[in-house]
């Protein structure tokens, strides 16, 4: 079984800055992307950023230069630091990885969503 554990959402007033964790944890063999969704109140999921397992990655236009994905492959963790922080930004973060997993027999690949966390940017 694998898990996605997001943390570090909140309150935090425009201009201001957010760091979003995601931790995986299971029986993984390898987590190819990894990447971070949100969704705002009557809004479709779309991607924020997403980054590879070499490092390549990727960002929504409307968080270029605010946002910056990274990860750390010994802690399978990803991290979006968020930076100049507006209130369209204020919606529910979900954490998604591609990950190879092993089954007890075999290896598998399947794509893993977190819980969410939310990050409302207010006054």
């Known amino acids: 079984q694998v898990q996605l554990v997001e943390s570090g959402g909140g309150l935090v007033q425009p201009g201001g800055s957010l760091r979003l964790s995601c931790a995986a944890s299971?029986?993984?063999?390898?987590?190819?992307?990894m990447g971070w969704y949100r969704q705002a109140p009557g809004k479709q999921r779309e991607l924020v950023a997403r980054?590879?397992?070499?490092?390549?990655?990727n960002y929504a236009d409307s968080v270029k230069g605010r946002f910056t994905i990274s990860r750390d492959n010994p802690k399978n963790t990803v991290y979006l630091q968020m930076n100049s922080l507006k209130p369209e930004d204020t919606a529910v973060y979900y954490c998604?990885?591609?990950?190879?997993?092993?089954?007890?027999?075999?290896?598998?690949?399947?794509?893993?969503w977190g819980q969410g966390t939310q990050v409302t940017v207010s006054s």
């Open positions: 998604n990885a591609d990950i190879s997993y092993y089954t007890g027999i075999s290896y598998r690949e399947k794509n893993y």
């Open positions: 299971g029986s993984i063999r390898s987590i190819l992307a």
């Open positions: 980054i590879t397992g070499v490092g390549n990655t």
